[in-house]
């Protein structure tokens, strides 16, 4: 990879915390009362880590330009984040749907600039999420997307789906040592 490095970008809500929900919809933490982190995230991000991965959070955060969400709190929620997940950034588009912004997902911007930050080689990066808007970036970056089975993965493409974060870390780990990633990126189903 020439130096280049490889990276596992996660979707926060519902992936990284605890998802809230709401008549059905899934609804993001606006205080750091409201904020639980996934116990189940902790062993399999250390594992990704022990391996060599650079680990990305990347959050749309809408209600920041909407005006309903705090800086100082979604800072706080992302210090108690990086507290406990070994997570190397965490990337956030504060945009809304209408500023047609290139970083809000399922744009790639964030991906991008992460590429660009941390001299990523996107072909060997990997996108877990259960969100098609994810699924989507990592497609459009030419990253692999790993989808947890969710009523959000939308019809999009992914390249496989999962049952847990467990399994999409087992996943990461034998795609990222099978011989097929030494090329371009193709879509691998398993």
């Known amino acids: 990879m020439d130096?280049?490095?490889?990276?596992?970008?996660f979707e926060r809500d519902g992936i990284?915390?605890?998802a809230q929900t709401d008549r059905q919809v899934q609804v993001t933490p606006r205080t750091l009362d409201d904020f639980t982190i996934n116990p189940a995230a902790l062993e399999p991000l250390h594992s990704l880590k022990a391996a060599g991965f650079l680990l990305?959070?990347?959050?749309?955060?809408p209600g920041l330009s909407r005006g309903y969400q705090s800086r100082r709190e979604l800072d706080m929620m992302h210090a108690r984040l990086r507290e406990?997940?070994?997570?190397?950034d965490i990337l956030v588009c504060p945009h809304d749907e209408m500023d047609d912004c290139p970083c809000r997902k399922p744009k790639a911007g964030l991906l991008l600039e992460a590429a660009f930050k941390y001299k990523l080689s996107l072909d060997h990066?990997?996108?877990i999420s259960d969100k098609w808007q994810d699924a989507q970036a990592a497609h459009l970056a030419g990253c692999r997307s790993l989808m947890l089975k969710s009523?959000?993965?939308?019809?999009?493409?992914y390249d496989s789906t999962v049952t847990d974060l467990a399994t999409a870390v087992v996943k990461v780990m034998r795609l990222h040592n099978s011989p097929m990633l030494t090329g371009a990126h193709q879509t691998v189903r398993i």
């Open 84 to 88: 406990i997940l070994p997570l190397d």
């Open 56 to 61: 990305l959070a990347t959050t749309n955060q």
């Open 125 to 127: 990066c990997f996108m």
């Open 16 to 18: 990284l915390n605890l």
């Open 3 to 9: 130096g280049m490095r490889a990276a596992v970008f």
């Open 151 to 157: 009523s959000l993965n939308g019809s999009g493409h």
